[in-house]
């Protein structure tokens, strides 16, 4: 069983839903993002989607374009990502919290899709979320993932409809990420009656469970999601925490890494305050 | 499948790959709608309505077919080929782009879409899908990279006058390409009722092919007309590259006929040494951006790095996939040329022709200053003159020490 899988079995027995916190790989700098990364589980995430920055992240708004600027300009590569989760794993001993890479296929596709694969499980990543690689294209990943036990974790969108579901399921596993709104990352965010009514409509066609992400602020919208879904995503809202612990000119202040945790307990305290049956 | 050899003119396959290129690289959210207009081009494509529709505006709204003109002061000049100008510079709104829009903005309206969006490098895509929206009434929104909405005034201008909305992009480089960004977050959030039109031979499937086919009208025409002027087909084309769609639309009607030397001509910046060019064919490799696979500039791990070069409409650190895969299959040659070539052979088309060329069409013919005086005397060379210079201008003017 996958440390996903592990991770959602473990959520189902507690009664409550899983927050999942995204963190741009790098940001605000190599250090102090590996210092994020290693308090996030005590914060509260129950899994953590790392951002690997890109020059164009067309599927993203102000809030993580900024912060893969900051990371790119601070010098995050591919090599440092996968290091800062090999030493997560080794410094922290965590070997529950799953680990997903979240960003665009352009840095797989160049170092080989086989090799990526590879490279991330021994580093003790457990699943992909490539915005940009629809199941159209999906075939050219799956292969290598699976055999490297990596989990392709696909997106699903208010335009995906029931005949097009099966299509995208097919190349999913871990969970499904379901994009709550018409979209970039960090702008609208989607009535709750539209998330329990996509995540109900996508229960039907997969036993997989469905995250929801793409808008979710604070922690009464991280419940909302939580008693529909299975795990709440929250990404740009933390990002803007990070940046708020910078000074003007791009210095971190002492409440950076305080900010950061306080905000995600927050979102945690939401999630966990919903019981389910 | 597109890599049958026995034609270059079958691609792409059913996924929208030629070759390893094309695709569909794209959000989920995109995707299905991506289908949607698939199938909304392929039942058009075969609809004679549509194509009876497409064509009256080309010819009533457009002026086209665009003379194939034999340039024979160039030629003399020259010394070597025979050259004529295919005049896509004198189509309604000054460039080639108004063929692919045309089809478009008919497109758009045929699926009901309210909302036409677009990006823009020089503004010559900008002001033809203006226009095209003007004549449609559909609103429209141009997004165009900060310097480029500098460095291309009067476009912004004409744009505005024609009643869209031109949004500069600040974000990356502030070019073609962040413009590109931008437009596609701006689909992503409205792709019910907007229509995104692409204005070069990339993009996700079926854009490069879509394109292509609205811009083969020139190349369909050129072969007609070269019969009629010579009584045989051209021995060498040349055109400039950006994106590519000027290049595709003259090269692919002859793609098949081995006769013919095909030459397209990619912005080498201040030189390809320099690493300051826009010549991904030449100073890339293939990567994934802006739902394609492709060649691009980008850095070892596949950062995509700025494009530089003096005309906005080249200024893109891609290509069209379809380039990619003809660059591999080597039956299109690709070559570059610089910043001050492209500026020499607009400042000696002016005189020796009275047309001033866009600089994007400049670089084609610095190519053909190069290459016409090695040709035969027989040898019939045609370049597409794939946009006019009026925008240009105030910059050229600037970069020459001229008062405007």
Redesign the interface.
Known sequence: MSRIAKRFAALKADKRAGLVTYVTAGDPDPGLSYQILKGLPAAGADLIELGMP????????PSI?LAGQRA?KAGI??DATFDMVRRFRKETGDNETPILLMG????V???GAERFCKEAAQAGIDGFIL???????ADQLKPYAQAAGIDTV????????DK?LPA?LKYASGFVYF?S????TG??SAPEEAVRTHVERIKRHTPLPVGVGFGIKTPDQAAAVARHADAAVVGSAIVDRVKAGLDDKGTPKPDLLPGVFAYVKALADGVRGVRKT | MASTRNSFRTGPDD?GHFGIFG???????????ILELEEAYNAAKADPQFQGELKYLLTQYGGRPSPLYFAERLTRHLGGAKVYLKREELNHTGSHKINNVLGQVLLAKRMGKTRVIAETGAGQHGVATATACALFDIPCVVFMGAVDVDRQAPNVARMNMLGAEVRAVK??SATL??AM?EA??DW?????TTFYCIGTVAGPHPYPTMVRDFQCVIGDEVRKQMMEAEGRLPDTLVACIGGGSNAMGLFHPFLDDPTVRIVGVEAGGKGLESGEHAASLLGGR??????N?TY?L?D??????EAHSISAGLDYPGIGPEHSWLKEQGRVEYVSATDEEALEAFQRLCKLEGIIPALESAHALAHVFKLAPTLAKDNLLVMNLSGRGDKDVPQVAQRLGMKV
């Open positions: 890109f020059t164009d992240p067309m599927a993203d708004g374009q790119l590569t591919v665009y296929y352009n840095l596709y160049q170092r915005v940009d690689l629809p199941p159209e294209e696909l997106l699903t969108a208010p335009t995906t409809d097009r995208v994009v709104v018409l979209g970039i702008t609208k | 996924r695709g569909r690289y794209v959000a989920e959210t995109l995707m299905p709608l974000a990356g390409k962040d960004n596609m977050r992503v959030a409205t792709c019910e293939p990567g994934v951006l802006h739902g696979l691009l980008q070892k791990e596949g950062q995509i790095t």
